[in-house]
């Protein structure tokens, strides 16, 4: 079997006015669709960043990979390191809440990109589901949290009229927010993005939320925009309200003294995102659980890997997410469904896109119960819609985005905003 078409697709979806630590989300998010077809003519699919410097390098991938055996990933590997090393590096500017774009993890983002949809094609080529080529499932129904955002009703000069959710700025509008996403997809976690604003108001919408949702596992996460003495002190406010503590302050070294302070689980998708860093983080004992992510650390066999290292030092393990459609969810469930320790409900930005700005066919997929559950069809159990792909890139082409920046947009609400890190 030999690849005999490489497609990638840049697309824009619409993306609500949501607040995080750089700034505010964009009125559209960019992701890229990658469809590679056989010589027998199967295909398979992958979604990664549609971000500028890593669709840059997907495109140049493009004509290497014809005449391909997709059950070789390791010339495919090789292939993406070679073409990485020839452009070199570009470092990029406030890419760290979007690390898929960060010039270090070239080469793993566009492997994973692409190894996605080797395995989809391998899956398809044998008739068996996706998860049965990373060991098979240990699950078939894939927890997944509620992910909330303090957000504002609309975008500034929103090009197209404002979302269902509107404002969430203060506690009652947060617990609405989660209240309206659990009882849509029946969530049993709640995580809170934080960061954004006042650190004790934040606390307080925690406080809240634990008041309207009683058992319910809670989690904050700043990104990395308190200090080490306001996360400490947000630590004592929070006692012992949280499952875990996601990213509340930045670098290793502060990670491992605020848990030397105050003994809580810290996550990360921030200071461990790499292998090295991986090695590093042990070594300090600076996170209790890491939230891999496959579109950054090399695919969905290196997540495998990843959750094996999790498992060897006792760590836990759940998932990261950023703006995604269903390609992206169905290979992060297949991957969580061949994970034997995974402690903890992953995270999803898929509540937040669209009903009508899928590009599989069926439109959304279902989170029932707060699972997505995978099935027996073939591959990831997918197809591509093409006049939604189309649709959606004709979006990209007029929305004039070319890479996340949250810090820009932000600036047009606040003219004097500045990258401060930690604000607070
Ligand atoms: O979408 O604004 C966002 C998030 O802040 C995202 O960029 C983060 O990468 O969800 C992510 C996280 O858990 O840090
Ligand atoms: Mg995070």
């Known amino acids: 079997m030999k690849i005999q078409r490489v497609t990638v697709t840049p697309i824009a979806f619409r993306d609500p006015p949501l607040l995080n630590a750089s700034g505010i989300h964009e009125p559209y998010a960019l992701r890229s669709i990658i469809e ?6 199967y295909i398979g699919l992958g979604e990664s960043y549609g971000d500028a410097p890593a669709l840059a390098i997907q495109q140049q991938l493009q004509a290497q990979l014809i005449g391909l ?3 070789n990933l390791n010339q495919l590997r090789a292939i993406v390191q070679a073409t990485v090393a020839a452009n070199g590096t570009r470092s990029i500017a406030g890419a760290e809440l979007a690390p898929g774009s960060h010039a270090s993890k070239a080469v793993s983002n566009a ?18 589901p996706l998860v049965d080529l990373l060991g098979g499932a240990v699950r078939d129904e894939i927890p997944f949290s509620a992910y909330l955002f303090f957000k504002y009703a609309q975008h500034i000069d929103s090009p197209y009229k404002p ?9 009652e509008q947060i617990v609405g927010q989660a209240r309206r ?6 969530f049993k976690s709640i995580k809170l993005k934080a960061g954004a604003l006042d650190p004790e108001h934040e606390v307080a919408c925690i406080k809240a939320l634990k008041e309207a949702f009683p058992g319910y596992p809670l989690r904050i996460d700043p990104n990395a925009n308190w200090s080490l003495e306001t996360a400490v002190r947000m630590a004592e406010l929070l006692g012992d309200d949280l499952q875990y503590y996601e990213d509340p ?16 689980q810290l996550a990360t998708n921030m200071v461990v995102t790499d292998f090295d860093e991986f090695r590093r983080s042990v070594a300090l004992n600076s996170v209790q659980i890491v939230l891999a992510d496959h579109h950054y650390w090399g695919g969905l066999r290196d997540t495998l890997a990843l959750a094996k290292m999790c498992q060897t030092f006792g760590l836990g393990v759940s998932m990261h997410s950023n703006s995604h459609l269903g390609i992206s969810l169905m290979a992060m469930a297949h991957v969580a469904a061949a994970v034997p ?14 009903p009508d700005e899928e590009v599989v066919k069926g439109g959304k997929l279902p989170i029932v119960d707060g699972c997505v559950k995978i099935t ?9 819609d093409h006049d939604q792909l189309g649709k959606l890139h004709d979006q990209y082409l007029s929305c004039g985005i070319r890479q996340r920046d949250d810090v820009q947009q932000m600036r047009r609400y606040q003219p004097q905003w500045q990258t401060v890190k930690p604000r607070f």
């Open 376 to 384: 027996r069809a073939p591959g990831l159990g997918l197809e591509l």
């Open 69 to 71: 055996d997709p059950f």
């Open 36 to 41: 590679i077809e056989s010589d027998n003519g």
């Open 341 to 354: 320790n995974l402690d903890y409900a992953c995270d999803t930005h898929y509540p937040w896109q669209e």
């Open 111 to 128: 492997y994973s990109a692409f190894e996605v949809a080797f395995l989809d094609l391998q899956a398809h080529a044998l008739n068996l």
């Open 181 to 186: 996403m659990i009882e849509t997809y029946g």
């Open 249 to 264: 302050t930045p670098g290793l070294e502060n990670m491992a003294e605020l848990h030397r302070r105050t003994g809580l």
């Open 163 to 171: 979302d269902s959710w509107g404002e969430a700025l203060d506690a």
